[in-house]
C-alpha cells in the first residue's frame, strides 16, 4: 500500500523533481495530468532534453508559479474514466503473450507489463496472460490479462523477456512516431499518448486501494495545499545526480 501512497502523492503533486533512468519517474510521468506547463523536472537532463525525451511541456522556462491545475483531487482519486482492456476479445490464433510479474521493483514490474500489453496489442492483437503465480497483485489491482491460461489452449505461447522490450525501440514514448491499435480504437496516435492511455486501461487500482490511499494522503498532506513531489533513485550518485542537487531546485521553485 505504501507504493500506491508515493505513487498518487508524486501523481497529484504541483511539480515533480527526479532523474530520467527511474522506472518510477518513467510510470509517474504517464500517471500525472496532461498540461502544457512544465510540471516534471529531470535533473540528469538539459533543458532541451527535457523538452525534447519525455516532457509534454512547451515552455522549458516555465515556473511553478504558473502551474495551478496539478491538485490532489486528480483522476486517480476518482473512479477511472478510461474503460478497463478488453482481454477476452483478443485474437485467439496469434501467439500467446506470457508476461511474467518480474523486475528490481515495482514500478519497473508495471512498467514491464504494459510495454509488454502494448507489444501483444500491435502483434495482431495477441492475448496477453499475466504469469503472477508469485505475485499478490489480486489484493491491489483489478484483473490483467486473461482469467485463465486454459482459456488459450492451443494456442502457441511466448514468454517475453524483459530484453524485448527494452531493445524494441517502438515501445519507447517518442513523441513523432504514431500508432495504429484497431483493438483500443486507436489510430494515428503519438506513442506518448498511447502509453498515458493504454496505462488507465490496464493498470487500475481496486476501488478500497483507491480510497485507503486517498484517505491517508488527506492525512498525511494538508488538504487543497500544493506541494512539490520529489523521486529519489538508489542509484543517482551513479548519474552523477547529487542529493545537493534536489536541495537547490526544491529552494529554486520555493
Not at 512544465?38 to 533543458?47: Q, V
Not at 507489444?119 to 505475485?135: K, R
Not at 483500443?184 to 498515458?196: A, D, F, S, V, Y
Not at 551513479?238 to 534536489?246: D, W
Request: charged share 25%; hydrophobic share 40%.
Amino acid at each position: 500500500e505504501k507504493f500506491f501512497v508515493e505513487l498518487f502523492a508524486m501523481a497529484g503533486a504541483k511539480a515533480l523533481i527526479g532523474v530520467s533512468t527511474s522506472a518510477v519517474s518513467w510510470w509517474v510521468y504517464f500517471m500525472r495530468e496532461k498540461t502544457d506547463k512544465e510540471t516534471f523536472y529531470f535533473l540528469d537532463k538539459s533543458e532541451e532534453m527535457n523538452q525534447e525525451s519525455t516532457s509534454v511541456n512547451a515552455d522549458s522556462n516555465a515556473v511553478v508559479d504558473e502551474v495551478d491545475i496539478l491538485k490532489r483531487d486528480n483522476e486517480w482519486c476518482t473512479p477511472p474514466k478510461q474503460p478497463p482492456m478488453d482481454y477476452d476479445n483478443c485474437n485467439k490464433e496469434a501467439v500467446l503473450y506470457n508476461i511474467p510479474f518480474v523486475g528490481t521493483n515495482l514500478a519497473q514490474a508495471f512498467q514491464f507489463i504494459l510495454l509488454g500489453a502494448i507489444m501483444a496489442l500491435e502483434d495482431q492483437n495477441a492475448c496477453l496472460y499475466l504469469d503472477e503465480s508469485q505475485s499478490v497483485l489480486d489484493k491491489f489491482m483489478q484483473p490483467i490479462g486473461l482469467k485463465s491460461i486454459k482459456a488459450s489452449i492451443g494456442q502457441k505461447k511466448t514468454t517475453v523477456k524483459w530484453e524485448q522490450v527494452l531493445d524494441d525501440i517502438n515501445l519507447r514514448p517518442t513523441k513523432n512516431i504514431l500508432s495504429h491499435i484497431p483493438a483500443l480504437q486507436m489510430e494515428n496516435i503519438t506513442r506518448h499518448e498511447l502509453i498515458r492511455i493504454a496505462l488507465r486501461r490496464l493498470w487500475r487500482p481496486t476501488k478500497d486501494i483507491r480510497q485507503k490511499t486517498c484517505t491517508l494522503l488527506d492525512t498525511l498532506l494538508e488538504k487543497d495545499k500544493e506541494y512539490i513531489a520529489v523521486s529519489l533513485h538508489p542509484n543517482d550518485e551513479q548519474e552523477h545526480v547529487a542529493i545537493s542537487h534536489y536541495i537547490d531546485k526544491v529552494e529554486h521553485m520555493a
